[in-house]
């Protein structure tokens, strides 16, 4: 988590770094909706996974935007609805210019239900677990 954060304080993102998809899901919800630019977040985690996690967040805001992140391509991903609905994937290993790359890419593209905008706005920060 610190080498993604890092990477992305670099980049010009705010990152709010989170331990847990608890912890993640207390944090969202204290926030106005649209504070997030993006929620960065592994498929494995304890006790919630990433799929999971983005089913909640859904629940709560239909335009979160989701960037999951792997060592493994998991059928679990595969054969959830996320991927229809925009989400991406980055597969690990990565390299900090192909997070950026990813993580620009997943901001830039059009939430469901709003318009996009012409630029990603990097004061707004992204989720990370």
């Known amino acids: 988590m610190l080498f993604r954060s890092a990477t992305l304080e670099r980049a010009g993102y705010r990152v709010e770094a989170a331990r847990s998809a608890e912890e993640a899901l207390t944090c969202y919800a204290m926030a106005a909706h649209d504070r997030f630019a ?4 592994d498929l494995a985690m304890p006790k919630v ?4 996690l ?3 967040l859904l629940g709560r805001d239909a335009n979160v935007r989701v960037l999951f992140m792997s060592g493994q391509a998991t059928n679990e991903l595969r054969r959830s609805d996320l991927t229809a609905k925009g989400f991406e994937f980055l597969c690990k290993p990565f390299r900090p210019d192909g997070l950026i790359r990813a993580v620009r890419g997943a901001i830039s593209r ?3 239900g709003r318009p ?14």
């Open 38 to 41: 993006l929620v960065l977040s």
């Open 49 to 52: 996974t990433g799929v999971d």
């Open 54 to 56: 983005a089913r909640r």
């Open 110 to 112: 059009k939430p469901r």
């Open 116 to 129: 996009a905008s012409d630029e990603a706005d990097v004061t707004r920060p992204s989720l990370s677990l």
